[in-house]
């Protein structure tokens, strides 16, 4: 069944729901991004719903950091929840699974009643003696106070089988008995992950469940849930996982930070290029595009172009970051107006101390543009536009290779004073007046450059030198150009 045939009838609900237990995972990011390119594609809603009932584990810092994750993806959400302000919501569908009889309650002590057994008799699948207990007696053991946890009564003996199609994947088909009673409200009477998520997916009305592909046997259960909610089930979209170049998943723990979203904004990836990277990771639109805005990715997508194989992120301890989007960023950056990357980089210069004003880096900008894949590498490309004294250099770079010497790069210095001391500072008229000089001099431009790009740069790779020189301006060039002339004439002594 295509993808279209699927959600013909319905306008798409989609949701994304992370758990506030650490950083916005690239993982999560990449699910969020599918949610949100699908729901807008297809003029549906994206609801954006904090799973945060693990009470043990949420913090608000996560929180925060889930928050902060999105904010710098850029992209919006149309509603909004936190699930544990819906506890009540979740007890009561629970009670009415259990009046049905599709739930039992299970008085075994809660260091044990509540999680899964596996015995040497294989995988833990019920407890008999609680599954089979009277309702008469579950009451009044109940009414007593005596804790349970509420267990689904999955269904035994009967070869009955759960089935449902899913979008990446296919069709996917369960035993019932190879299913094990799995619990629905904890003996504390917090409802479980598998209960919250359903009762929510049922009561926001989501139409679509975007998911890892780790969850993908969990869906057996959540059929389940559905049944006893008397609800149709979502349709299911599993995603390929981002796995590590060693084929392991991705963790904090093992890989370090390249796993957190904020890590790549901090290195300086733009967000819309972090988005193209991420969407190339497990789907493609077929016909072999890599560097895609964002409105092209939304017009693109569909589910019918996931992948069913994991996708690698390719990193090193000397690369942190996948060189693809490495290249996807630079890409990005050379698309972007001069006016929005100066926006861009202007924190960069900020945070690495430089005194920067919105019109200085305006003008830097262009000049350096080509020159960087992230944005943090602004800092080391334009770092003598913004310091009033030049970090030490090695003087001998003042001297033009293959014949040139310290008397020659003096000269070139001096009479480079003499012409910027009363040439009008543009680009035009720079270029006339240092190429007619090194006419003067019997030199080639090469020659007669050089000098002059050491001693205002402090380096012989930088920007094109006229741009450079109207971007410093008339004082700064003047004065670095004395000094590097005192600095030569104590090389000839």
Not at 107 to 134: E, I, K, Y
Not at 393 to 418: H, S
Request: hydrophobic share 40%; charged share 25%; aromatic share 8%.
């Amino acid at each position: 069944m295509t993808e279209s045939a699927i959600s013909a009838h319905r306008t798409p609900r989609v949701r994304f729901a992370p758990s506030p237990t650490g950083f916005l995972h690239v993982g999560s990011a990449r699910t969020f991004i599918f949610n949100w390119l699908y729901a807008r594609h297809n003029g549906g809603t994206i609801v954006l719903r904090i799973d945060d009932t693990d009470v043990e584990r949420n913090t608000e810092a996560s929180v925060q950091s889930i928050f902060e994750g999105l904010k710098w993806l850029g992209l919006d959400w149309d509603e909004e929840y936190k699930q544990s302000e819906r506890l009540d919501l979740h007890r009561e569908a629970a009670e009415a699974i259990f009046a049905k009889g599709l739930a039992y309650r299970d008085f075994t002590p809660a260091h044990v009643g509540d999680d899964n057994q596996s015995s040497a008799q294989g995988a833990w699948l019920c407890n008999p003696g609680m599954r089979d207990l009277s309702r008469e007696e579950s009451d009044r053991r109940a009414a007593s106070g005596e804790p349970f946890a509420l267990r689904s009564r999955v269904p035994r003996g009967e070869h009955s089988v759960l089935r449902f199609t899913d979008a990446v994947y296919g069709t996917q088909t369960k035993l019932t008995d190879e299913v094990e009673d799995f619990a629905l409200l904890r003996s504390d009477g917090m409802p479980t992950y598998h209960l919250a998520s359903c009762v929510d997916d049922a009561e926001l009305r989501i139409t679509h469940i975007i998911r890892g592909q780790d969850h993908l046997t969990n869906t057996f259960k959540h059929q389940l849930i559905f049944a006893g909610l008397g609800v149709e089930p979502p349709q299911f979209a599993h995603l390929p996982l981002l796995v590590a170049p060693d084929g392991t998943k991705l963790s904090k723990r093992k890989h370090g930070p390249v796993v957190s979203v904020t890590t790549y904004r901090d290195a300086g990836f733009l967000p819309q290029a972090y988005v193209n990277f991420l969407c190339l990771l497990g789907w493609s639109p077929k016909n072999d595009r890599e560097y895609m805005p964002l409105d092209e990715l939304r017009d693109l997508f569909s589910l019918e172009g996931v992948n069913r194989s994991n996708a690698v992120i390719n990193f090193t301890e000397e690369e942190p970051f996948d060189a693809k989007a490495v290249w996807l960023n630079a890409e990005h950056i050379r698309a972007l107006p001069v006016e929005v990357l100066a926006r861009e980089l202007q924190p960069f210069f900020e945070r690495a101390g430089f005194k920067v004003t919105p019109e200085k880096v305006l003008a830097v900008t262009p000049l350096i543009r080509e020159r960087i894949k992230l944005l943090s590498e602004a800092v080391s490309a334009a770092d003598f536009f913004f310091v009033d004294e030049l970090a030490p250099y090695d003087v001998a770079e003042l001297i033009p290779p293959k014949g040139g010497d310290a008397a020659m790069a003096r000269k070139v210095l001096e009479t480079a004073l003499e012409v910027l001391a009363v040439t009008n500072f543009d680009h035009d008229s720079l270029d006339q007046a240092l190429r007619g000089a090194a006419g003067q001099l019997g030199l080639k431009a090469g020659p007669m450059f050089q000098p002059i790009r050491v001693a205002v740069c402090g380096r012989k790779n930088a920007p094109p030198l006229f741009e450079t020189l109207v971007a410093l301006g008339r004082e700064v060039c003047l004065k670095r150009i004395r000094e590097a002339t005192e600095n030569l004439s104590r090389i000839g002594r």
